[in-house]
């Protein structure tokens, strides 16, 4: 019972902490029409994809552009092996993948329903003292988005806290703590 107080209590204490700023944003503002009929994020997110040399910068690329639909079952396990658990899993929860898979291994979802994934470590010049992770995953044929993770080290436990996640461009989610604009 107390275990389960204590996982309780981090989780819902997580969810306190977040705050996400990407549904104070409106959409008419937060994008302008580009002359080629595309539309460019002009929000307040320093970590959209958008912003990428701008707000941020690639500090290391840990797994290049990868399509784990060509590789075999061992080489996935391997390729997953340099990374947490717990990041691969928020991940794919993320991105809705243990739902869409009904509930295939981390190597089948992978293997079936990735299309390509690259990580990097990036660096934000206007919050450099973050730890930032971000995951570019392709899924279903043309779509993917990004996922941008705050990796926190409080001795030997390291945890990740989602920072920002776009699909498709689309900003749906952006914490506080990556949020251009004073918010207080």
């Given at each position: ?9 981090v ?31 002009v ?19 840990l ?10 079952e ?6 997953l ?11 794919l929860?993320?991105?809705?993948m ?10 089948k ?5 990735i299309?390509d ?14 730890d ?10 043309g ?16 945890t ?10 689309d ?13 207080k």
């Amino acid at each position: 019972m107390f275990k389960i107080l204590l996982a309780l209590s981090v989780v819902l204490s997580g969810s306190v902490l977040a705050q996400n700023m990407a549904e104070s944003e409106d959409y008419r503002t937060a994008y302008v029409d580009m002359p080629d009929g595309s539309s460019r994020y002009v929000g307040k997110c320093s970590t959209h994809e958008d912003y990428q040399k701008f707000y941020f910068k690639t500090k290391r690329t840990l797994l290049k552009y990868t399509e784990p639909s060509d590789l075999p079952e061992a080489e996935i396990e391997a390729m997953l092996a340099k990374f947490d658990k717990k990041l691969i899993a928020q991940v794919l929860k993320t991105f809705d993948m243990y739902d869409v898979s009904n509930g295939a291994s981390v190597v089948k979802i992978f293997k079936n329903y990735i299309d390509d994934i690259t990580v990097e470590r990036i660096t934000n010049v206007v919050f450099p003292d973050l730890d930032l992770i971000r995951f570019s995953v392709g899924v279903g044929g043309g779509n993917g988005g990004y996922v941008v993770y705050n990796q926190l080290k409080n001795g030997a436990v390291v945890t990740y806290e989602k920072m920002s996640h776009t699909f498709d461009s689309d900003l749906n989610f952006c914490d506080k703590k990556v949020w251009l604009q004073n918010t207080k």
